[in-house]
């Protein structure tokens, strides 16, 4: 259910998403600290292209790990095998991705 | 006058898994008393049908591990007293983790399949007409082998490990504890196909760390120390044949 090939993926996220968690955190403490507003923050980040990419990544990386830990948890507490452990792994990393993709173009898009 | 004989509440699987269920016997308790004398105990007295295996009675064949009030234990190193919950009961079932035979014997076949798939089979290099090749005990490819060296096939590992439950592709411990010390012995020659073996579906890579298999290990091994040894040599090995 794991081979190396997922376990490899899994860990290479994860390496990437360590940083990147840091730096929103960061981002967080620094955006409340100052108390500037949405609209503050909006003007900040849309047309940014280095945001787009910091969150792009962040986004791609979390859809990936968060992919084949579900794939590792349903399969084991569910039972699910097969086709369907296939398009369960599939399906998250999809929707994951669609749903932050969306995210990061309606904050970062000019 | 001889003190009263006591005797020990013990439950018995008896039957297969699906239309199985546990048995009552009163055994005589003893000063000193394996599980496996209890079993024995049973089985010359109480119901010459009770099946269940043994053969060395000393620790060394691996063929007598049963679940003994639900943890998997080698029974004939085990004694009674170690064992025996507060209320002086126990608890004898088949190994967890694998297709009951009958009573306390189960079907080891599933478990040595895997030993097969992860590649946990010696590859000669050499013939017979070949120097014997010399190997320094001191290196640390043997040391590493050594660690991992002295398991007894007895399955105690396959029975504690959670991931085996969850996942029936998984090897187990046991037969990836062997693939290591096999990656660490120098006269073999199968390598490249037991990274690859032990990288596959079942492999190495779905091992959680748990360390159900190092603490109910009867010899003390730690195969979850030999699992981390497999993952970091796959890891590398992708690496190398890249480079």
């Known amino acids: 259910m794991l081979d190396l090939r997922l376990y490899m993926l899994q860990r290479v996220t994860a390496i990437v998403m360590g940083p990147l968690v840091i730096g929103h955190i960061i981002l967080i403490v620094y955006a409340i600290r100052g108390g500037i507003s949405a609209e503050e923050i909006l003007s900040r980040t849309q047309g940014s292209l280095w945001w787009g990419l910091y969150y792009g990544t962040f986004v791609l990386a979390v859809s990936v790990h968060a992919a084949i830990g579900l794939r590792v948890i349903t399969s084991e507490m569910l039972g699910l095998r097969g086709v369907g452990l296939s398009v369960l792994t599939w399906g998250s990393f999809a929707v994951l991705l669609v749903m932050g ?6 904050v970062t898009a000019a | 006058m001889a003190a009263a004989q006591k005797y020990m509440q013990v439950s018995v699987w008896r039957g297969d898994e699906a239309t199985g269920a546990l048995e009552e016997f009163d055994v005589p308790a003893q000063e000193s008393q394996t599980i496996l004398d209890v079993v024995s105990w ?11 295996r043994y053969a060395c009675r000393v620790g060394m064949c691996g063929s007598c591990a049963m679940m003994v009030n639900g943890k998997p234990r080698w029974t004939c190193r085990t004694h009674v007293k170690k064992v025996l919950g507060d209320n002086g009961r126990l608890t004898i079932e088949p190994l967890r983790n694998l297709p009951v035979i009958k009573d306390l014997a189960t079907d080891m076949t599933e478990f040595f399949d895997k030993w097969i798939a992860a590649e946990g089979v010696f590859h000669p290099t050499k013939t017979r007409y070949d120097e014997i090749e010399g190997i320094d ?3 640390s490819v043997r040391v590493e082998a050594n660690a991992a060296i002295e398991c007894i096939n007895c399955a105690v590992c396959y029975a504690a490990c959670d991931v085996v439950s969850a996942n029936p592709d998984y090897f187990g411990p046991a037969a990836l504890n062997r693939a290591w010390s096999l990656v660490n012995d120098t006269r073999d020659g199968g390598q490249a196909a037991r990274l690859e073996a032990v990288s596959s579906n079942g492999g190495c890579h779905n091992c959680h760390s748990q360390q159900g298999c190092s603490t109910f290990c009867p010899n003390e091994l730690n195969p979850t120390l030999s699992i981390a040894g497999l993952k970091r040599e796959t890891v590398t090995s992708l690496f190398r044949r890249r480079s």
């Open chain 1, 101 to 106: 993709a969306r995210a990061v173009y309606a």
């Open chain 2, 42 to 52: 049973i089985q010359q007295n109480a119901d010459a049908t009770l099946a269940y």
């Open chain 2, 137 to 139: 005990p001191e290196s």
